[in-house]
């Protein structure tokens, strides 16, 4: 990414005055994986969700891109919005997004939601191999192995299969270019900048970032003095925002506690 802006894709749900809540989705899919909870959330908050760089509707540059350069996009896409304060919200990747955004602008964020993501995900070999192996042969040869992290078995089978046409429909570029940002994440040294309250949720059975990735973060943002609580959702694997709608987000509306 240049020095240019991307445009991202986004879209606006809630009552105007209430209180703004951003939402960012994992790698591999885009905005739609909130819908099943985004019609509790949009009754309390009003909702921005976006798609990531190189996903959705949003542009995609050329790799390879960085969780802070992600963050950066973030901040300007709110800027152009005129939100200057408002809760943060994020699966996997989204969360990793806005745990970054939280340590560099920590008078932006009022609350923070950071679900089934880690502030280091090694080891590095193996976000560079499935990066190449996108780039040589497509997301659609990784998919499967992928969508089935993501989910319990359990999940029903509409559900999995929406999702992984939201898989396969992510740009080359754009997913091989996150899994480089992925591979060279170590958010671990600014978690202590992190002021805002924070919950940590994971899934009980997310065998891509376990309840310990969450139990770090706390940890993490504690030491700089913020609170920060971890939220297991049983009953989900990666994916719980999808898989647990409702658990997740009856978690996430402890962030209407704080005025944005």
Known sequence: MGTERVKLGYDITGPTEAPILVLGSSLGTTRAMWDGALPTLAHEFRV???????????????????????AAELAALLDQLGVDHAHHAGVSLGGMVAMQFAARHPDRVARLGVICSSAHLPPAQAWQQRADAVREDGVESIADVVV?????????????QATHAQLTATPTEGYAACCDAIRDMDLR????????PTVAIAGSEDPATPVVHAETI?????????????????????????????????ALLTLRNART
């Open 148 to 160: 089935g992290r993501w989910f319990t078995d359990k999940a029903p089978p509409e559900m999995v």
């Open 48 to 70: 921005i969700r976006y798609d990531h760089v190189g996903h959705g509707t949003s542009e995609v540059p050329a790799g390879p891109y960085t969780v802070d350069g992600l």
């Open 218 to 250: 706390a940890a993490g943002i504690r030491a700089g003095g913020a609170s920060a609580t971890v939220v297991v959702i049983d009953g989900a694997a990666h994916l719980a925002a999808v898989e647990r709608p409702h658990a997740v987000a009856d």
């Open 189 to 196: 040294p600014v978690l202590d900048q992190i002021t805002a």
